[in-house]
């Protein structure tokens, strides 16, 4: 799975960008972290949120995005940052 190699992109990348934007329709599951999740907590779920966690990113959606799940996120490390 992508997540793996995902954990070392943030920290690779932050020395040559302004900031980091990571969206999509990623289906991941974690009604601790998400809220709006079917699933409940699952493994992957918490790997992201520990991942985005270390890496300074924050998830920035905060209602369902397909039904009552919310599978579509957005994460930034450029909270307040004038572009």
């Given at each position: 799975d992508g997540l793996e190699t995902f954990q070392e992109e943030p920290q690779r990348l932050i020395v040559s960008v302004r900031g980091v934007l990571v969206m999509g329709d990623l289906n991941i599951h974690?009604?601790?972290?998400?809220?709006?999740?079917?699933?409940g907590d699952t493994a992957m779920g918490g790997k992201?949120?520990?991942?985005?966690?270390?890496?300074?990113?924050?998830?920035?959606?905060?209602?369902?995005?397909?039904?009552?799940?919310?599978?579509d996120l957005v994460m930034t490390d450029m909270m307040g940052t004038s572009v």
């Open positions: 974690h009604r601790t972290w998400l809220k709006f999740s079917s699933w992201l949120e520990e991942t985005i966690t270390t890496g300074g990113l924050k998830q920035l959606v905060k209602e369902p995005t397909r039904g009552d799940n919310l599978l």
